[in-house]
Each structure stands twice: as structure tokens, then as C-alpha cells.
């Protein structure tokens, strides 16, 4: 098969085409505008496969995105491109909405017309799977976890934009007939994820001594799902999923940030040993909280269970502690994506965000 996947320069979308050229026989096409957030970097281990090739387009523009449907007429889609920090979101939600919504909005209408030329076995064929997050379920209390019925509730402006997204790739299903498909995953964390997200964040800021900011009293509790384990998830979902349908997945790993932060610590005053900044959790420092900070987030995964026969490999303590080793062995990567990427300084408060 052949697989347009879209964002794959950066965390998950490399994930998955590293995993898709190294345990698959698909060909890979990457459609990757390259934020700040995407960098070859991430695939150059697997960008001198015969089997891969890159276009480096945005998904916002429409004759870019058709013109890459008729170059490589691909089997599938697989639609992860986002804007995808909440904390950037909220200082300049524009971008958010456009990529998140339009962009999709866009993919979807060059995927419409491209399916509907293709002939009928082609046709029957074809998926657009959509890449989502439990964010759009908004906050849980103590108890509980999102399944796949679970209400839309979003409460930032990223996760607003990616529950809008779901909602028009489910009406292009329903209105359209465009066989589509949704998954919707917790936090990931792994090797090669931007370090303006909390574990890469807190590993890059506690080497070089700085803060590291934890929100509020850092009682938040994500779930952690190891981004390899994510990336098996999707490709088992375009393979055996079900046309219209959704899957959960989640890490099984459930932990407020605090605890995140501490973990982390605790593997770098263990795997770097001359750090001048051990121990590293005397770094730790509680920050004012984001606004509209969901509580609580966990993710029934049962379904993608029972259907597709997948669950997660990696517990907390084997993905952080590969992790850690990860970003520690390569501290080049982290330069140069940070380099593209800004400064590093606290975003996500919303106190210069202009509307409009
Ligand atoms: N990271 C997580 O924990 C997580 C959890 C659940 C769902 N998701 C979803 O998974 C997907 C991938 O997330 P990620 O963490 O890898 O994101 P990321 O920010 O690391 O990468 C996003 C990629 O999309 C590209 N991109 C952005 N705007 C584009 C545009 N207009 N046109 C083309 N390419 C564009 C960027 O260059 C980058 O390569 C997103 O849809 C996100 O909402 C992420």
C-alpha cells in the first residue's frame, strides 16, 4: 500500500514512518510544510529508502495538497500535520484554527475528489484516517476514562481546533461517503518530540540547570503512551479498522505532572552522573497554571483491544528510561530543532495574545 502521511517531519508522524519503512512493506509518502515543529532530521535514518518520499507542501494550500495526490496516488491517508502545543495555541489561536480546521478541511476535499475518480476496487479500498487526541473529550475527575462515546468537551483553543477536524472528517464520511477513519490517543512522549513538550522539556531545561516549570501544584494527571507503541497503534488501525469507526489508545500509565517531573529527575541524576546540576529535582518550581488546564485525562483502550488486537508494550518506567537515554545520546538534535524552534520561555499564559 501506499500511505500519504501527512506531518511526518515531526514527532508521532516520524514515529510512524520510521515504523511503516522499518516493519512494513509500505511505501511512504511524507507531506510536511516544516514548522518549527518538523525537521528531517527525524526520518534521515529512513529517508534513503527506495520506499519513501517527501513533499514539503502545507496542507492549507489546495492546489499543493491536490497536485501531491496526483503525483503519487496513494492507498491511504494517514492525516497527522497539526499545530499541536495547547500552550501555543492559546497566545495565537489563529494558527491553530487554521491548520487544525482548514487544513483538514483542505486534505479532506483533495482526498473527495481524488477518491472519487478512482475506480470501484480502488475505491472500496481507500482510507483517510484522521490522527486525534483525547484532548477533544475535555476533563475527567478523579474517576473514569474516555471511550470512544464519550461527549466532546474541548477546553483549549488546539483541542477545540483538532474536535473540529473530527467532526468534519466524520461528516465527510456521512455526507460524502469518503470511508474515513479516527483514532484518538493520549499524551505521548519518546525519542525526537519538540522540547517545548513537558518530558523532552524537563530533561533539555534540568541539563543545562535551568527552572523547570511545573503548572499549579502539578496534581494534573495525563496518560502516557509511548510513541512507538502509538505508531504500531495506527498502522494496526489503517489495516484492520473499520470504515467510520474510532479507536482509543492510551499508555495505561496514568501520572500527575509532579510525579512525571520527579521520575525524570530521578533518571538523570542516575544516567548522567556529572551533571553539575544534580540533583536535578532542586530544580523543580511551581508556575502560575495554564488557563482552562483540563485535570484529568484517561483513556479507555479496550475497544482498540478487542478490535484490532493491539494494546501497549512499553510501561512508563521502560519508555521514560528509554527516553532519557534517548535525549541524552543526542544532544546535537535537541540544539538544532531548538535552534528552529524558539526560545524556550514560557508560553501558553494568553497574557499578550492579540485577539484576531
Ligand atoms: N504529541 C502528542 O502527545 C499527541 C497526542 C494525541 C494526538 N496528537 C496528534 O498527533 C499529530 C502529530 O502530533 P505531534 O506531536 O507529532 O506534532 P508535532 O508538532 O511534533 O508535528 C507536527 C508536524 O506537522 C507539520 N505541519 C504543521 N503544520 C503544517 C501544515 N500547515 N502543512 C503541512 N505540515 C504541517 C509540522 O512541520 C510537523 O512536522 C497531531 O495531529 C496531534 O494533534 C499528538
Avoid at 171 to 193: D, I, K, R
Amino acid at each position: 500500500m501506499k500511505i500519504l502521511v501527512t506531518g511526518g517531519a515531526g514527532f508521532i508522524g516520524s514515529a510512524l514512518i520510521r515504523y511503516l519503512i522499518n516493519e512494513t512493506g509500505h511505501d511512504v509518502v511524507n507531506l510536511d510544510k516544516l514548522t518549527y515543529a518538523g525537521c528531517l532530521l527525524n526520518i534521515s535514518s529512513v529517508a534513503d529508502s527506495p520506499r519513501y518520499a517527501f513533499e514539503n507542501a502545507d496542507i492549507c494550500d489546495a492546489n499543493a495538497v491536490a497536485a501531491v495526490f496526483d503525483k503519487h496516488r496513494p492507498d491511504a491517508v494517514m492525516h497527522l500535520a497539526a499545530e499541536s502545543h495547547v500552550d501555543r495555541s492559546i497566545d495565537g489561536p489563529r494558527t491553530a484554527v487554521e491548520t487544525n480546521i482548514m487544513g483538514t478541511f483542505v486534505m479532506l476535499e483533495a482526498a473527495r475528489e481524488y477518491w472519487n475518480a478512482l475506480a470501484m476496487a480502488a475505491k472500496a479500498a481507500f482510507r483517510f484516517h484522521h490522527v486525534s487526541t483525547d484532548e477533544v473529550f475535555g476533563s475527567l475527575g478523579t474517576e473514569g476514562a474516555f471511550t470512544e462515546q464519550s461527549l466532546y468537551q474541548p477546553s483549549s483553543p488546539y483541542s477545540a481546533s483538532k474536535a473540529g477536524a473530527d467532526h468534519l472528517v466524520r461528516a465527510w464520511h456521512e455526507t460524502y461517503g469518503l470511508p474515513v477513519m479516527l483514532t484518538n490517543c493520549s499524551n505521548n512522549y519518546g525519542p525526537f518530540q519538540f522540547p517545548e513538550k513537558l518530558i523532552p522539556g524537563l530533561i533539555t531545561k534540568a541539563l543545562a540547570g535551568e527552572p523547570l516549570p511545573i503548572y499549579s501544584k502539578g496534581e494534573n494527571i495525563r496518560d502516557w503512551l509511548y510513541v512507538d507503541d502509538h505508531a504500531r497503534a495506527l498502522v494496526m488501525a489503517l489495516e484492520k479498522g473499520q470504515v467510520s469507526e474510532s479507536y482509543n489508545f492510551g499508555g495505561a500509565a496514568e501520572m500527575t505532572n509532579i510525579d512525571v517531573a520527579r521520575a525524570v529527575c530521578a533518571l538523570l541524576d542516575e544516567l548522567a552522573p556529572a551533571s553539575d546540576h544534580r540533583s536535578h529535582a532542586d530544580l523543580i518550581e511551581f508556575v502560575e497554571d495554564r488557563p482552562g488546564h483540563d485535570l484529568r485525562y484517561a483513556i479507555d483502550w479496550s475497544k482498540a483491544e478487542r478490535e484490532l488486537g493491539w494494546r501497549p508494550e512499553a510501561s512508563f518506567e521502560t519508555g521514560l528510561r528509554k527516553t532519557v537515554t534517548w535525549y541524552l545520546e543526542n544532544k546535537s538534535w535537541c540544539d538544532a530543532v531548538r535552534e528552529q524552534g524558539g526560545s524556550g520561555g514560557r508560553l501558553g499564559l494568553g497574557a499578550d495574545s492579540k485577539p484576531g
